[in-house]
T-cell receptor
Framework: GNSVTQMEGPVTLSEEAFLTINCTYTATGYPSLFWYVQYPGEGLQLLLKATKADDKGSNKGFEATYRKETTSFHLEKGSVQVSDSAVYFCALSLGGGSEKLVFGKGTKLTVNP | NAGVTQTPKFQVLKTGQSMTLQCAQDMNHEYMSWYRQDPGMGLRLIHYSVGAGITDQGEVPNGYNVSRSTTEDFPLRLLSAAPSQTSVYFC????????????FGSGTQLSVL
């Protein structure tokens, strides 16, 4: 079946450190890939997405590149801030509507000053 | 814009009690859904709707009912609460179609004693 595997958390970094959160997927076709972010006490919100191989999604200094050869969509940021502390969810969709969205289990990031 | 509004934010129930979690959106989205979020489990889809008068089951529908009488509202009913339903519940909405951005409410934290 279709699934998303994220690196185990929690992840703790110091401000201005480099961030990588790994995400790999298994899918029967060619999915679109997403990163959602959940700030404390809030619902999830879309951070970035990529809809085809080699596409790079980017937003708020975060980037992720759709790698078909390694079935990966790792999230990166060059210099994290305390305000980036949140839970990050990788997700995939094979189309057909939002009910087909498959989420990973989430990775909690804490950034210390 | 209010976006997706969920009420209540917190609720404590006794086993066997019933209650309704409310969800409303003001973006004229056709698609609405309910997720539950449990530690280490990520997000699991309970029920969803692709338009007024249409509902369908997600991954974990047992113990929950939904209805969609209007485009704006999508209430979730717990018929007879059980401790296993202790969770954080999120309502989400989007336009119908491929790869649409999901908009989430801020969640309802439910405890069943």
């Amino acid at each position: 079946g279709n699934s998303v595997t994220q690196m185990e958390g929690p992840v703790t970094l110091s401000e201005e450190a480099f961030l990588t959160i790994n995400c790999t997927y298994t899918a029967t076709g060619y999915p679109s890939l997403f990163w959602y972010v959940q700030y404390p006490g809030e619902g999830l919100q879309l951070l970035l997405k990529a809809t085809k191989a080699d596409d790079k999604g980017s937003n708020k200094g975060f980037e992720a590149t759709y790698r078909k050869e390694t079935t990966s969509f790792h999230l990166e940021k060059g210099s994290v801030q305390v305000s980036d502390s949140a839970v990050y969810f990788c997700a995939l969709s094979l189309g057909g509507g939002s009910e087909k969205l498959v989420f990973g289990k989430g990775t909690k990031l804490t950034v210390n000053p | 814009n209010a976006g997706v509004t969920q009420t209540p934010k917190f609720q404590v129930l006794k086993t066997g009690q019933s209650m309704t979690l409310q969800c409303a959106q003001d973006m004229n989205h056709e698609y609405m859904s309910w997720y539950r979020q449990d530690p280490g489990m990520g997000l699991r889809l309970i029920h969803y709707s692709v338009g007024a008068g249409i509902t369908d089951q997600g991954e974990v529908p047992n113990g929950y009912n939904v209805s969609r009488s209007t485009t704006e509202d999508f209430p979730l009913r717990l018929l007879s609460a059980a401790p296993s339903q202790t969770s954080v519940y999120f309502c989400a909405s989007s336009y119908t179609g491929d790869n649409e951005k999901l908009f989430f409410g801020s969640g309802t934290q439910l405890s069943v004693l």
